[in-house]
């Protein structure tokens, strides 16, 4: 037995894609305030989307847009695997942390943003 997903799994993940305000609550939610690049130390992240690599815009300007998503595609010996990320990137040294998009995708089904009460 495994916890591999089949095919249909990720194919149905595919349909539902977060938007980037809801990947940031999921950043948020999963990992600590001072999450730390792995590479250099740094812990300013940019969304990796059109508008976090567009440098001359405000931060945070891209949060009601585009998702991240990044597609990837690769072999792994004789399994071929296909999914999409979501991604965010150093801001010092653009070391880019790639996020299994499906897992955030039934983190925000579980998690809807009008449920969030801020205090
Ligand atoms: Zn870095």
Redesign the pocket.
Known sequence: MTDIPEDAQIEEAEEIVAKTKDFVRFLIAKRSDDYK?S????NTWSIHNESGLALDKPSGDGLNGESPVIEFEHDIRNYELAGITYGIH?S????IVFTLASIVNNWVKENPADEVHEE
């Open positions: 690049c590479q250099c130390g740094a150093c010092n040294c653009g070391f």
